[in-house]
Nanobody, 126 residues
Framework: QVQLVESGGGLVQAGGSLRLSCLAS????????MGWFRQAPGKEREFVAG????????YYSDPVKGRFTISRDNAKSTLYLQMDSLNADDTAVYYC???????????????????WGQGTQVTVSS
């Protein structure tokens, strides 16, 4: 069993930055690939970024590519999402999730994740 707790959300002006964190319980964090998803009001949850269990491979959705950076520290059991050049379209609840999948492209699908956090709100004011 893995429990995930996100933090770091908040209110930021357009053009600003935020860094989200996701702390995982247990000693198996390093065996999971990880992902960030987000859900804006009235919209379905969407993939944002994914990272392999070693951290050596990453994948981003087109809307965030070049602005967001996913990383992980397995020694601290923590996943990060550095978000720069934020705009109003980035306003959403952000979720971290853990997957046993080993293929990076598999991380795009919600159904390929085994554990989810409760989410953290990010609001970008224009």
């Amino acid at each position: 069993q893995v429990q995930l707790v996100e933090s770091g959300g908040g209110l930021v002006q357009a053009g600003g930055s935020l860094r989200l964190s996701c702390l995982a319980s247990g000693r198996t964090f390093g065996t999971f690939a990880m992902g960030w998803f987000r859900q804006a009001p009235g919209k379905e949850r969407e993939f944002v970024a994914g990272i392999s269990w070693t951290g050596g491979r990453t994948y981003y959705s087109d809307p965030v590519k070049g602005r967001f950076t996913i990383s992980r520290d397995n020694a601290k059991s923590t996943l990060y999402l550095q978000m720069d050049s934020l705009n109003a379209d980035d306003t959403a609840v952000y979720y971290c999730a853990a997957s046993r999948r080993k293929t990076l492209v598999d991380l795009l699908l919600e159904s390929h994740y085994d554990y989810w956090g409760q989410g953290t709100q990010v609001t970008v004011s224009s």
